[in-house]
């Protein structure tokens, strides 16, 4: 199970400060979204999110989410954790195609406009009671990209509530540019290695409760995390990342992308569906 990669999986903290990156919020423009309705763009530009969003039938996620139970199976029988199915697109066609789905690329060209590369999956999948918090950030720090105008798909596989620790977001403040975050390398609780601390002075978190097969959308500088899971049920959800052809990728992360609207941009690769399901 390997994919063919030079990109930099998690760009380092210099790294990532050797690029010179517009972090600051870029609303969505579009006067007639064909799939959206025009409360949901504006919703996006005021609170940085937009939840629920139905995508695929009951039948359709029973499907997806066997697919998964089998792959998640094979990566811990390698002793991979449920939190490592990252960039699976590359590796795995199934994958491709949801992150491809024309349904979830109409949703996304709405608010990202007529150019649009897809370039990240990554399953976030909670087992029960296995005590992983994702503390609170914005996705655009930790990425080499510019400007951040990335918004993720996070699609539910099992159910999402507050009892399994659902995503929060903590609405409007995508618009407050880049925050300042703690690093915490060495916190085998926290899945990612940021925490902007103190975020009750920015509001109320809201919870992303979705069923499976439904989707929230966030933009890359909106706060979110979620907290650890005390119940018995699993909370799985596949984070599906895109971004407009204009933006540039840096570290070697050109080479994630599918074109999924518009004319390919010189600037990203265009990955081809793997065989490997
Ligand atoms: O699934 C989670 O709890 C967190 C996901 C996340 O941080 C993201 O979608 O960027």
Known sequence: MTAPTSFQP???????????RDLSFHPATNAAPKVLTREQVEHFNREGYILPLRIFTDAEVVGLRTYFDNL????????????????AHLRHGRVWDVLTNPRIVAIVS????????AWGSHFFCKMPRDGKTVSWHQ?????PLTPSKAVTVWLAI?????????????????????????LSENDPTNVLNQTVPDVEKYGAPVYVELKAGEASLHSDLLLHG???????RRRCGLTLRYTSG???AYMGWHDKGVVVAGDPPPHWGNRARPEEE
Request: proline share 4%; net charge negative; glycine share 8%.
């Open 110 to 117: 709405d608010l990202i406009g007529p150019s649009a590369v």
């Open 158 to 182: 099992d159910d999402a509530d507050r009892g399994n620790a659902c995503m929060r977001y903590i609405p409007g403040t995508h618009v407050l540019g880049h925050l300042t975050y703690k």
């Open 139 to 143: 996705d655009a720090s930790y990425w």
């Open 10 to 20: 998690v760009p380092g903290q210099d790294d990532l400060q050797q690029v010179a």
């Open 72 to 87: 998640l199976a094979k990566y811990m029988s390698e002793g991979k954790d449920s939190y490592s199915i990252s960039s």
């Open 226 to 232: 979620s907290e650890a899971n005390d119940s018995d």
């Open 246 to 248: 204009d933006v540039r």
